[in-house]
């Protein structure tokens, strides 16, 4: 098996193999977009599927024989046939990822709602912190006015000693309930914010979609994102290359058809294109020992003293090899 063929059946098999990937889960996708009739929407996807490949390999082989109207049509079904393939692959892509990232999902919403919920408290507790600040200054105030009555009285107990004492006693209790509340909505806080830690290490650790996680936050965006542009990318090379795999494979097998169209056997200067007829056969020809089949995909055109002195080969290296090369 030499180089040419080699090529040939790797690129086949590989042309096969990625058409049959791209047919495989673009049907499916399409099956699962109409579940009602997922079996007549599978066969049909795959007769389109069938169509769109024998389309190309027809519009490279015979490109200029077949009729305009033809080819025009063929064409713009073949591009038409690889978006729908490709919206196919993608809703079966989609679809796959859904199924693993339902958990992540919605840890990720519980994570959010007890972010709003952390923000809350903490709005709370600013406005008690300013009214405890407030009420503690407030305290103060009425704590140095009782020492004054205090050291003005002779008594120790008139009126306005009372007055001030249950004054300064009312704001003691406003400043331990404020204290005792603000304690109360850190506690709450604290426990939202290590349920958050818990749901994001869970997330963090999923086998399924850790590393989509950590490239979310490289980029510093969420999953959802990363994973649809990722899809994109995919879909956007898969059936494209199984299309353009099918072009190669046919450009190998029309280029050696060419090659073995026709085979000439030079003998000293002449060639011969036909066999001889009756009457040639008749006549004995002395024919040289030296004999070049210049048309022979595996003849070595680096060595030019078996043809570099017969003109049909130069012709023939002009106007076949020289052009390739």
Do not use: H
């Not at 603000?182 to 818990?198: E, K, V, W």
């Not at 059936?239 to 353009?244: F, N, R």
């Not at 000293?268 to 030296?290: A, F, L």
Request: charged share 20%; net charge negative; with cysteine.
């Amino acid at each position: 098996m030499n180089t040419r063929t080699s090529l040939i059946t790797a690129t086949s098999l590989t042309a096969t193999f990625v058409a049959l990937c791209a047919a495989i889960f673009s049907v499916t996708g399409i099956a699962k977009l109409f579940a009602g009739a997922a079996l007549s929407a599978g066969i049909m996807a795959s007769a389109l599927e069938l169509g769109k490949i024998v389309s190309i390999s027809f519009l490279y082989q015979y490109w200029k024989e077949i009729p305009k109207t033809l080819k025009y049509y063929l064409s713009t079904a073949a591009v038409i046939l690889m978006i729908i393939t490709s919206a196919g692959i993608y809703g079966y892509l989609s679809s796959a990822y859904a199924k693993v990232a339902a958990t992540p999902l919605a840890l990720t919403a519980n994570i959010e709602t007890n972010q709003g919920r952390i923000n809350s408290i903490d709005q709370d507790i600013k406005r008690k912190e300013d009214r405890l600040n407030q009420l503690i200054t407030l305290r103060s105030q009425q704590e140095t006015r009782l020492d004054q009555l205090v050291s003005k009285s002779t008594s120790g107990n008139s009126s306005s000693i009372r007055i001030a004492q249950n004054a300064l006693n009312a704001a003691d209790k406003n400043v331990t309930s404020l204290q005792n509340e603000i304690t109360n909505l850190s506690a709450q806080r604290d426990s939202l914010n290590g349920l958050n830690i818990s749901k994001r290490v869970e997330i963090e650790t999923n086998g399924d979609i850790g590393t989509f996680v950590y490239i979310a936050k490289i980029l510093g965006t969420d999953l959802d994102t990363v994973v649809k542009w990722f899809t994109f990318v995919i879909v956007l090379v898969f059936d494209p290359l199984a299309v353009a795999l099918v072009i190669a494979v046919n450009f190998l097998l029309k280029g050696s058809t060419d090659s073995d169209e026709k085979v000439y056997t030079i003998y000293s200067d002449e060639i011969v294109n036909d066999p001889p007829t009756s009457e040639e056969e008749s006549i004995v020809v002395e024919v040289p020992q030296e004999r070049v089949e210049f048309t022979n995909p595996n003849f070595d055109w680096s060595n030019k003293e078996l043809w570099e002195n017969n003109q049909n080969a130069i012709n023939y290296y002009n106007s076949r090899i020289n052009s390739r090369i």
